[in-house]
Structures are given as C-alpha cells and as structure tokens.
C-alpha cells in the first residue's frame, strides 16, 4: 500500500538556520505530493504541492522537489523565523487508481525555532 | 476564503455514549473527509464522501459511521464511543475531482476525550 515516512522529530533551529524536513514516500502509479503545515492551535493548511515528477513547490520560502528516483520530496527553507514553528506534514494522494484526493500522511514533524 | 468549521473545539464523553462530531463547509465542495491525528501516527483517513449520501470507508473506520444529507455538512458518529477513540478529529473538504491534486481545506480540529 501508499505511505509516507519522514524524518524524526522534533527539530528544534535557531532563528535563521537551515531547514531540511526529509520525507521519502512508497506509492504506485503517481502520486501528487504535498507538504501541509498545522500551526498552535489550528488545522492544517497546505504549504506546497507538486503533482508530477521534477516539479517544484515553493511558497513562504520554503521549497520541495518531486524526486521520482529517489521518491522523496523534501522540505527546505534558506532561513527559518520563529513564526515558522509548527507541525509539518508530507502527504500523497492519487497512487493506484481514483483516489477523489484522498490523502496519506506521514507521522508528522515538529519544528521549533529560538529567536 | 474557504472555511471549514466543526461543532466544538473540546469534547469530554464517557465510555458507551454516543458521540456526533459535526463538520460544515461554505465552499460548494463535493469531496470531504473525516481525519484523526495522534502523536507519532500523523493523520488517518476514517471515513470520506464524494456526494451527498455517498461515503467509503478509510483505513480505520472501525467503530465509525458517517452521514452526509446535504452537501455542506459531514457528520462523524461513534457508535459507542471508547477509551480508545480519545484523539484530535479533523474534518477537510475539496472541490470536485476524481484525480489526486486538488487541495484539502481542513478544519480547526475537535479534541476528543473518552473517559
């Protein structure tokens, strides 16, 4: 079946610092890949997606590129702010068939960045 | 701006009652979805519908059921709620499409204790 695994957590960088958030997922056919991010308090809201191989995500800084080789699709930002702390999820959807975008997430990364 | 929104934010049942979580969007959306998310496991699909009166199970649905009589509203039912449904229930909607890249809009989340 469909899974995603990312890298462990919780992360935890200091203001500006280099972000890598490393999610590798398992799925036939192709998959749409998405990176979700739940703030304190709150459900989740989409980050980034790409729907086909070599596309890539971008927005609020932050970047993942669908590697079909590697089936990774890993979250980086060039300096992170403290307003960035929050839950990161990879998901997948549309491997194997009609999918009505239904989801499949990994276990979730928790990022905190110091001032 | 698309909203979703569910019935209460905190929950506290007691073992073998019967629980309703509802859901509502504003957006038209045909597709909506009933996650749970708990530490260290990221989000799991229930139950989802794809139109009024249509619903497929998820990967757990165990223990659930699910009612959609109008487009807009997408209830979640515990049966006979247990100590092992304490969770974070969350509900998405997204637009029409059997394919896999349509974004899912996500709720704020009901936290749900089962005493």
């Known amino acids: 079946g469909n899974s995603v695994t990312q890298m462990e957590g919780p992360v935890t960088l200091s203001e500006e610092a280099f972000l890598t958030i490393n999610c590798t997922y398992t799925a036939t056919g192709y998959p749409s890949l998405f990176w979700y991010v739940q703030y304190p308090g709150e459900g989740l809201q989409l980050l980034l997606k790409?729907?086909?191989?070599?596309d890539k995500g971008s927005n609020k800084g932050f970047e993942a590129t669908y590697r079909k080789e590697t089936t990774s699709f890993h979250l980086e930002k060039g300096s992170v702010q403290v307003s960035d702390s929050a839950v990161y999820f990879c998901?997948?959807?549309?491997?194997?068939?009609?999918?009505?975008?239904?989801?499949?997430f990994g276990q979730g990364t928790i990022l905190t960045v110091h001032p | 701006d698309v909203k979703v929104t569910q019935s209460s934010r905190y929950l506290v049942k007691r073992t073998g009652e019967k629980v309703f979580l509802e859901c509502v969007q504003d957006m038209d959306h045909e597709n909506m979805f009933w996650y749970r998310q708990d530490p260290g496991l990221g989000l799991r699909l229930i139950y989802f519908s794809y139109d009024v009166k249509m619903k497929e199970k998820g990967d757990i649905p165990e223990g659930y059921s699910v009612s959609r009589e109008k487009k807009e509203r997408f209830s979640l039912i515990l049966e006979s709620a247990s100590t092992n449904q304490t969770s974070m229930y969350l509900c998405?909607?997204?637009?029409?499409?059997?394919?896999?890249?349509?974004?899912?809009?996500f709720g704020p989340g009901t936290r749900l204790l089962v005493l």
């Open positions: 998405a909607s997204s637009p029409y499409g059997t394919d896999s890249q349509e974004t899912q809009y």
């Open positions: 790409a729907t086909k191989a070599d």
């Open positions: 998901a997948l959807s549309g491997a194997g068939g009609t999918s009505y975008g239904k989801l499949t």
